[in-house]
């Protein structure tokens, strides 16, 4: 029991410590800035082992502005949930990833088709029809919860953030984007060591400054 209180107190500690990390992920005006369709496509070309087409970058482009997010932002969201851009992994489950590119939704229906539902795979290999399977269907639903949580936010609003204990606990953060990113997912990242791994919203720094950096 009294190790368990030591390892909570230095997680909080931590991340109490971390003033420009948990909470601001991001500047609200990087997430609404309206930028170039070429520059869109700069900063898409410049990772050489996408597979993404025209029409896909099209409708990245199109969503953002429509939602007023930044396209870079859904970019960001995309290669955080599923890797599109750098694509280490080269073809293999390339197509899976695309099926759940933003990492939004994807429940399981049964082998029967039904209205809403897309027959496709998921990580695990389960072939199935998935609500909100799909590239179109991801971009544009992770667009519309986006732009929803970042309306929403009040400097009165805390949010729920998930790597401290099993239930979670509430924080306040600096503003509207940092919060909406921990509303779409509560995690940081794995606390351990009394250090955080660079996975769940933690890596949104070093993710966002190189792809924003790759559009200048």
């Known amino acids: 029991m009294i190790?368990?209180?030591?390892?909570?107190i230095m997680q909080i500690s931590f991340l109490c410590s971390q003033t420009n990390?948990?909470?601001l992920l991001m500047y609200d005006r990087d997430f609404t800035n309206q930028i170039s369709y070429d520059k869109l496509?700069?900063?898409i070309n410049s990772y050489p082992n996408n597979m993404l087409t025209d029409s896909e970058i099209n409708l990245i482009y199109d969503t953002g502005r429509d939602f007023k997010i930044n396209p870079l932002v859904l970019l960001m969201k995309m290669e955080q949930e599923s890797g599109l851009l750098r694509n280490n992994m080269g073809t293999n489950k390339y197509y899976i990833r695309k099926f759940r590119a933003c990492g939004f939704g994807l429940y399981i229906s049964s082998k029967t088709?039904?209205?809403g539902y897309t027959l496709g795979t998921n990580a695990s290999g389960k072939v199935a029809y998935y609500r909100y399977g799909g590239f179109k269907t991801q971009i544009t639903e992770c667009a519309e919860l986006l732009r929803k949580h970042f309306n929403a936010w009040s400097k009165s609003t805390p949010v729920m953030?998930?790597?401290f204990n099993p239930t979670g606990w509430e924080y306040y953060v600096k503003n509207a984007s940092t919060y909406t990113l921990f509303r779409y997912?509560?995690?940081y990242g794995d606390f351990y060591n009394g250090k955080f791994k660079n996975v769940g919203n933690r890596i949104v720094h070093s993710l966002w400054k190189e792809i924003k950096g790759r559009s200048k």
Not at 3 to 8: A, D, G, S, V
């Open 185 to 187: 997912c509560p995690y």
């Open 21 to 23: 990390s948990y909470k």
């Open 161 to 163: 953030i998930k790597d």
């Open 41 to 43: 496509k700069k900063v």
């Open 3 to 8: 190790k368990y209180l030591i390892i909570i």
């Open 113 to 115: 088709n039904r209205d």
